[in-house]
T-cell receptor, first 114, second 116 residues
């Protein structure tokens, strides 16, 4: 069990650029979540996948955000035309269906939009 | 909608002492789960303890215990015998009950500082 892995750890970009983050969940976990955390706040839910299907999206997820999990394993989160308000920590988590839905989180990707 | 309130932005505790971190919640779901996570400066969210709404007994995990008072809608975390490594942000969260997808709603957190 290598835990949830996220790449990159840090990303600095200029406003208007596109960025993509990757998440590798724990191998036997079929559910994968994306959260966003801004300074001084708790994480906020963005979206989640069960296997390759994206089952729920928060209204926080504007049209500029898109997430995929093509083979039900790793996931990518892309932000197009980044804005300064997108600066945040993007956290990925995974869990196994059933039971108590304990989420295992990665260390996150810190995005800074200049 | 589910909501978590953590009213203590910061707490101090001396090493080896016990500390209670407060959490109140609001939900209209009859079945739900309550979670506590620890977030050290490295940023990773570390699961600590879980309490199901229908669990009869308070959850315990090593030095962590959850003081669950359903009628008061509170789920306070008790850390016994504090250690320097316990210094971190602590988040309370609520999600769906057992077997459902856990779209967790988090509180704003409590920063715990353990002193010598």
């Amino acid at each position: 069990d290598t835990g949830v892995s996220q790449d990159p750890r840090h990303k600095i970009t200029k406003r208007g650029q596109n960025v993509t983050f990757r998440c590798d969940p724990i191998s036997e976990h079929n559910r994968l979540y994306w959260y966003r955390q801004t300074l001084g706040q708790g994480p906020e839910f963005l979206t989640y996948f069960q296997n390759e299907a994206q089952l729920e999206k928060s209204r926080l997820l504007s049209d500029r955000f898109s997430a995929e999990r093509p083979k039900g394993s790793f996931s990518t989160l892309e932000i197009q035309r980044t804005e300064q308000g997108d600066s945040a920590m993007y956290l990925c988590a995974s869990s196994i269906q059933g039971g108590n839905e304990k989420l295992f989180f990665g260390s996150g990707t810190q995005l800074s939009v200049l | 909608a589910q909501k978590i309130t953590q009213t203590q932005p910061g707490m101090f505790v001396q090493e080896k002492e016990a500390v209670t971190l407060d959490c109140t919640y609001d939900t209209s779901d009859p079945s739900y789960g309550l979670f506590w996570y620890k977030q050290p400066s490295s940023g990773e969210m570390i699961f600590l303890i879980y309490q199901g709404s229908y669990d009869q007994q308070n959850a315990t995990e090593g030095r962590y215990s959850l003081n669950f008072q359903k009628a008061r809608k509170s789920a306070n975390l008790v850390i016994s015998a504090s250690q320097l490594g316990d210094s971190a942000m602590y988040f309370c969260a609520i999600g769906g009950g057992s077997g459902t997808a856990s779209k967790l709603t988090f509180g704003t957190g409590t920063r715990l500082q353990v002193t010598l």
